[in-house]
């Protein structure tokens, strides 16, 4: 195993200090402003941006982008540095292609090291043949963009987002076979709508792999009823989520959508920020 995989490996390992209070686990510093670069109204720039995360009190984004914003990325870490916000994760291509060596370049030239999200997808298997041919040929995939990661001390997290890539199992089937230190998961309740019922159970199996879990208002069958995205708090379900992440004993990042084309970002991130106090607010009453 070379150095910058065991560096990668250690670095994958301070995700997971000694377990803090379970109330620190949702303190604004813990929590990570997520789908907010192409999803905003506003149509801020990097400036603009960082500084309205800086009025929100949030300290950490996970940045994701569109080819337009190639060109700023730049821009945006000089930004994030000006406003001592911390670039926790950067949404990455499934392949090794130019874009992706362009970011790895660019945050080795500014010592950065975030968690790469990367993602995937495809139909459900049909047999225990089919069902190892995928696990082998996605591992396959992800293995040249995890060792470039390794190279730049980056952890790679694999992102829940539908299809048999989105199903937590097959992630970690995926992970066990590539037998690389610096992989995880990050887990997205707004693509989880199909997990409901089982989600205590499979936060324990994800727990030595999760990286980063991303928040969002959930209804049972809320995606089938067209409220795939709402606010935290809104949903019948949040409370029980909440506790459940709670009482899991995992500590990581934490993130907070916008995720709505048509909202301005800073109203929709304030509003679950609201939400998400009110649901800690009335699970902690004041005594």
Aim: glycine share 8%.
């Amino acid at each position: 195993m070379t150095p910058s995989i065991l560096l990668a490996a250690a670095l994958l390992l301070g995700n997971d200090p000694a377990p803090e209070s379970p109330a620190d686990l949702f303190d604004r510093a813990n929590l990570v402003a997520w789908c907010i670069v192409p999803f905003d109204a506003a149509q801020r720039g990097p400036e603009e941006r960082a500084a309205m995360l800086d009025r929100l009190g949030l300290r950490r984004l996970a940045y994701d982008w569109r080819a337009e914003h190639l060109p700023t990325f730049e821009e945006e870490l000089q930004a994030l540095d000006r406003h001592g916000i911390e670039l926790t994760a950067l949404w990455f291509p499934t392949t090794l292609d130019d874009t992706a060596r362009f970011f790895l370049k660019t945050l080795a030239e500014h010592n950065l090291a975030p968690q790469l999200w990367v993602t995937g997808g495809g139909e459900p298997t049909t047999s225990p043949e089919d069902q190892s041919a995928r696990v082998a040929a996605e591992a396959d995939r992800i293995r040249p963009i995890a060792e470039a990661a390794a190279e730049v001390g980056c952890t790679v997290a694999l992102y829940n987002h539908g299809g048999w890539f989105g199903d937590p199992e097959n992630q970690i089937a995926v992970i066990e076979a590539l037998g690389l230190p610096n992989v995880g998961i990050v887990y997205n309740l707004h693509h989880g709508h199909d997990h409901l019922d089982r989600f205590p159970t499979l936060l324990e199996t994800m727990k030595p792999h999760l990286l980063a879990l991303n928040l969002n208002g959930m209804d049972r069958d809320g995606e089938a009823k067209g409220r795939k995205i709402i606010v935290i708090g809104q949903g019948e379900e949040d409370a029980r989520l909440l506790q459940v992440i709670r009482s899991s004993g995992w500590h990581g990042p934490i993130g907070v959508l916008d995720h709505v084309p048509e909202a301005d970002a800073e109203q929709q991130l304030r509003a679950n920020l609201d939400g998400l106090d009110r649901l800690l607010g009335a699970s902690n009453p004041a005594p």
